[in-house]
DNA sequence: TACCATAGTTCAATGAACGAACCGAGGGGG
DNA sequence: CCCCCTCGGTTCGTTCATTGAACTATGGTA
């Protein structure tokens, strides 16, 4: 989003935030990186984006110091994108967006709900546990299927997803 | 968003939330209409945005439900925009994507900061007074200058924004 | 050697954003 | 009555970003 023409002149944080996670495909790479994936090729198929694209959103992301870009193996050479603890506090902003959505836009059930790992009760859109009452981060979270989740695509991530799931945790 | 290029395959109450308020510039109006911007000429100086665009985005948050537009003089005949619940309830994205961007881009002091009116203590990144320790809604918060405020721009919305104002009274 | 997988880059066509100019309804002053 | 101003847009040519298909590079496998 950047080139002259971006938020610059905006002194305002929301602004600042936007230049990093504001451009399209770039928040749901996000979501996706919390939800365990981490190669370009799941990304690709889970995201149906423009292999350019994912290219450029994934530069920025580690440029911006969201993901690390990160050798797992070297033969052949292959590298992971993975969030750094700066990407794990996009959790929150995430899960409120998500929440709104899901409450003001579906009108069906929800596809996904969170639970908190310790206890199993459901989280809330501020990532409050209902039962500890305490903040969760997202390292102790679990996806789970909701009851509005259609099971339409075929991916791998699409299709790990449909049981219960760690965030963070690699996929598949 | 739309327009088969959209993120319709998704299933995700992310990509839904993302198709209304994810595109260029749209959270940056919301978050105006948040403080209390209300007509088009005072985004349009507080913002920086070209007249048919944010035309274009008053009318997309029009029709999802996040803005209503309705007449407040008939002559000369002048329309407002003014948040509706739904659009409250992005008070907590919002935030938190402010505060994210705040505590790891910004690197100084932040430039806004936000109190319980009824307390006067600040909120966090949840919206929960620090003092108090309940969920602030967005009318009951008042926008202070913060230490990191640089005042460059002098247009009316920043000038009322260099005060400590209510969000969504009007402004100016 | 041929073939496959992964992770990209390149490129032409399309669509969106930009910014300057224009438009129209309605005052207000002279 | 005429001119000019404000507000809230629309129009339009240029520039920039996205798309999707094709191509490249590297290394492994049969």
Redesign the interface.
Known sequence: ?ALGKN?D??????????????E?WT??VV?DAMYGVRRFGDFLAH??IPRAVLSQRLATLVE??VLDKRRYQDSPPRDEYVLTP?GH??W???L???????????GTA???VFHHLACGSRID????CAACGV?VSIGEVEVRPGPG??G??NDPVSVALRTPHRMLHPIP
Chains 1, 2 share one sequence.
């Not at 002149?9 to 504001?22: F, K």
């Not at 929440?99 to 836009?105: A, S």
């Open positions: 989003m938020y002149a905006q002194d305002c944080s929301l602004a600042r935030a936007l230049e990093v996670i504001g399209r928040l749901l979501r995201l149906d911006a110091g700066v506090e996009l929150l902003p995430v409120a967006l998500a929440d709104w959505g899901e409450r003001h836009l579906s929800p596809r996904r859109g501020t990532a409050r903040q989740l259609k339409i695509r």
